[in-house]
């Protein structure tokens, strides 16, 4: 496939986890001379002794920024541990760790949270003291909270999450607060915004970290009205997961390990999927959706950027 070049209009990512955050760090490397709009699932959001963590926001804060862990994708280079190993003497919980410098995003952003004001703005607070210049925006300034449906009970998304480690079977999984939750100022005129060259929906887990986002009223038509091609990067790379539970949750969910089931999951509101190379070439996806087969593995910048630019080709071809 003939990689798109740089050419204006604005770029839309819907994005969550270590997955989300390499594409959006190709994007912004991708050469674009147009504003990018990063839309961040604030499911993961919970509150861990006394203080307001936002998982996905910071890994991609910390990924734009460079401050990322190169080994892990997510927490700080270079981390310290004082403040838990301190906690830990004292009989603090063990199972979340918060570093030294990761400390500094939690406790700003409760104080501020306790101030009256909004996770939007904090976050682009944050954003522009690190010299980010892509616009980073939380789904909803409204608590929504990630349920996940288990053998084990329903469990916060952190808890099966880190705490289990994700061994719990999942039956299902829903999202509190998404019926009063409306999405963060600016989102749906992101979305719908008629100088969009494309909408990305990032290759994140499809159902701990786009569907909460998807679960805000009001995102998912936006979605549907926009003008510009809507176009899913597939999380499968030859039918697995590359990192992360997507696999054991669609094997649990009854789903096949493939694009289909993904894109089938998204339904309507895509209109391309770019699946990797690697994939089945004869799975086809549901009727009306574009595909186009590219190698999608992200390690290097250079491979994130060949992502990011793959799949603005794939929308071109639809425009």
């Known amino acids: 496939m ?9 770029v839309v990512i819907l994005t969550g986890g270590v997955g989300g955050a390499k594409l959006a760090l190709g994007m912004a490397h991708a050469g674009l001379d147009a504003e990018i709009t990063a839309i961040v699932n604030t499911g993961d959001d919970f509150e861990h002794m006394g203080l307001r963590i936002s ?9 734009l920024s460079g401050k990322a862990n190169a080994a892990q994708g997510w927490g700080r280079e270079g981390e310290t541990w004082s403040f838990m190993d301190a906690a830990k003497s004292l009989g603090a919980p063990d199972w979340f760790n918060l570093g030294d410098g990761d400390l500094a995003l939690h406790v700003l952003r409760t104080q501020a949270l306790r101030d009256d004001r909004s996770l939007s703005d904090i976050t682009r607070r944050f954003a522009q003291s690190w010299g980010i210049t892509m616009r980073v925006l ?22 099966y999450f880190v705490e289990k480690r994700c061994a719990p079977i999942v039956r299902d999984i829903s999202f509190m ?18 100088d969009n060259r494309a909408v990305i929906i990032a290759p994140s887990n499809p159902f701990l970290s786009i569907a909460p ?6 995102i998912a038509d936006a979605l549907r009205q926009t003008d510009a091609p809507v176009v899913a990067v597939s999380p499968l790379v030859g039918g697995q997961a ?16 493939d ?10 509101i895509i209109d391309a999927m770019l699946v990797d190379e690697r994939d089945d070439p004869s799975i086809a996806l549901p009727e009306g959706i574009v595909v186009c087969h590219a190698d999608t593995l992200m390690h290097s910048l250079a491979d994130k950027v060949r992502v990011a630019k793959a799949a603005l080709a794939l929308a071109d071809t639809m425009r």
């Open 2 to 10: 003939t990689e798109s070049p740089a050419q204006g209009g604005k």
């Open 55 to 63: 998982p996905d926001i910071d890994t991609l804060l910390y990924t």
């Open 138 to 159: 939380p789904m909803t300034d409204q608590p929504l909270a990630t349920i996940v449906h288990t053998d084990e009970g329903d469990l916060p998304f952190q808890s």
């Open 177 to 194: 607060g998404d019926a009063d939750a409306k999405p963060a100022k600016n989102v749906v005129a992101a979305i719908t915004d008629p």
């Open 213 to 218: 986002i998807l679960s805000v009223s009001g």
């Open 242 to 257: 590359v990192k992360g539970p997507t696999s054991k949750i669609m094997t649990e969910l009854g789903l096949a390990h």
């Open 259 to 268: 694009a289909c089931a993904v894109a089938e999951f998204y339904g309507d």
